[in-house]
């Protein structure tokens, strides 16, 4: 039995995901909205029976059991906890910060039969499906270098927001780094144990953005992981080096390419397509084409992401259509799915790629296991 | 007037300048290889009239007025150095250390009057001229990035030798990095203050190197250069961020890209190929095709390093052709043409990226300015 969703978040992926949830027979039962007026104006749009700026009415909601969280990241974390807290299942985008992850974290362990996954799309492209598949088979053999590159137009919003704001989660690495650092921890099935990164803002002002204001998150990242052994037991991984190249000054073009290279041939993902080569063999393959499949292509919300998230709100149908209890659902379907510790690791390797980005130096991702006190500055 | 040509090398450069040189009309004279045999063979497949193993018998040899030096990196300063002191002219490959590629300076400083340049063919390419001119002309506005990136398949020679040895010039750093090196520095009037490396060599033992054989040199390497003011007056490169990632772990591939980004646009070579996009603009433009031109691709010399050879050859004989002395020659074909200073500049670059590798900080580019005392360590 599908559960009822509560969606919060005004934003372009909210607006994608309401349709991708419906095509799969969820009902939206409820938006919640910065303000009344966005919530209102987004549900008015696409049709959804209930609005509010009160995240409490939306996580009280009695016909609300599942919520998806697609916000700026200062307040992921927050609602998330809530929502655990109050019995709901959970998806949910990245935390502003490691210690908000952390929270996070705490409250999944809390809530073991709630579901709380991080919404990162990628690792249900089928693309990456594939990917990691043929990794494990031993495609390219021995792993030896993962190369992932986005290029895009600016992140940054029409007007000043958290987008603007390093330390609000704004930025590339923190915006698409992260979902990249999750992505080739899932590929490879390694964790990062040290980071190198350089981050730069280029653009400071822009039209909308002057006067006093500042752009303080970074347009353009480059940083390099080298991954250690696995947390999971399945890792080939270790001794992986992994290079991941971010600019966000590059308007009109939209480049997405995750490269994985080993003794034995590579795959590359292009976009939403697969392309495999061994090495001997007869050139490059065409291992998986885009299936299309629903949703159009919709600004800010880049094809892999967009195909990415129809994929995953499928696994979520599988996970709980079969279950009789509203908000029961079974884990198998959304096994890969990225988890609030996976969230954590995330959060701690963007942390580290500034880090060394200030010092200069390789810094260790050192996952915090314990948080830190609050009174620490007293 | 051309002059005759000696030429030190029996490899795949050597083989195919052969042919070019003579295209432009310039004889070939005499030619040199590491073992007679080597010499001798090369010397009847190319019907060249003189050969030898002995580098005086070249460099004395009365109808040679040009020397070009293609031979393993340990091997070139002294042949160059030595050639300008008998007063030829000289286009040699790099060096194999920053204290050999010191010396070479000294001797090109003390010889003024002839040719000195370092063989990097790239700056020649058709593309990058095109792209440097339109650098020059805003087309990117202010420039950011610059991103190159090479593919390839193994740099192992098929036995044991210098291509194996990092100490010995081996590597893709110091074979490949060091062309992109001198790439950028003349595509952005910049050089780089402080790099960043991390080298790699994944395939230490092959079927051809084994027992107790290992390759010391660089299979995988990834650098970032943090570019300062220029020393040619002409940059507008400060405080642009390099970043090269080379990979030869890839039989079958050879991809070959360099990328500028800047605030108003952004090129990109593909391999001979130029293509420009303007912010605004509708999309990716072709700004220069591949003229085809002179010579075929050749295993172990990629198009882009064949392109440039040719043209450079093109440059070296619009040098000395109006000239009535054999051994004189205007400056300005070969103006765009990397020094011996460059040379030197480029080796400090590629020093620093392995400290840089081994240390994990970023490390200083220092031209030497002295020669180190050779009795330092008594």
């Known amino acids: ?31 919640w909205g910065r303000s009344e007026e966005e919530a209102r104006s987004l549900a008015q749009e696409l049709g959804i029976p209930f609005h509010t700026s009160q995240s409490d009415d939306v996580l009280l909601h009695p016909d609300v059991d599942l919520v998806c969280i697609y916000i700026s990241p200062p307040l992921t974390r927050q609602i998330a906890v809530k929502a655990l807290g109050i019995g709901k299942n959970v998806v949910c985008e990245k935390a502003a910060t490691a210690v908000d992850a952390f929270k996070m974290v705490t409250a999944a362990r809390y809530y073991p039969q709630l579901l709380s996954i991080v919404g990162n799309a990628l690792r249900f492209l089928p693309a990456f499906v594939a990917m990691r598949q043929l990794l494990a088979e031993g495609y390219v053999g021995e792993l030896q270098v993962c190369d992932a590159r986005v290029y895009g137009p600016s992140l940054l919003d029409q007007s000043y927001g958290w987008t603007c704001e390093e330390l609000m989660g704004g930025g590339g690495l923190h915006t698409v780094g992260s979902t990249l650092v999750d992505l080739l921890s899932h590929l490879t099935g390694a964790r990062a144990i040290r980071v190198h990164g350089l981050l730069r803002t280029f653009v400071r002002q822009n039209g909308a953005i002057r006067g006093i204001r500042r752009v303080t998150s970074d347009d353009f990242c480059f940083f390099q992981m080298l991954m250690g052994g696995s947390g999971s037991g399945r890792g080939t991984g270790s001794g992986v080096c992994c290079t991941v190249t971010l600019n966000f000054n590059m308007p009109g073009a939209f480049v997405h390419e995750v490269m994985v290279v080993g003794s034995a041939g590579r795959l590359v993902a292009r976009g939403t397509e697969l392309y495999g080569q061994r090495n001997g063999g007869n050139g490059e393959e065409l291992l998986l084409g885009d299936s299309g499949g629903t949703g159009q292509e919709v600004k800010d919300v880049p094809l892999p992401h967009l195909r990415g998230l129809g994929s995953m709100v499928k696994a979520l149908k599988d996970a709980f259509q079969a279950q009789e209890e509203r908000r029961s659902w079974a884990r198998g379907p959304v096994a890969m799915a990225s988890t609030f510790e996976d969230g954590l690791y995330v959060q701690t390797v963007v942390e580290a790629v500034k880090r060394s980005s200030h010092s200069g130096e390789w810094e260790s991702v050192e996952v915090m296991t314990q948080e830190p006190d609050p009174n620490q500055n007293l």
Chains 1, 2 share one sequence.
Not at 5 to 24: C, H, M, N, Y
């Open 1 to 31: 039995m599908l559960p009822g969703v509560g969606v919060f978040g005004t934003g372009s992926t909210a607006r994608v995901l309401v349709p991708l949830l419906r095509g799969e027979g969820f009902e939206v039962r409820a938006l």
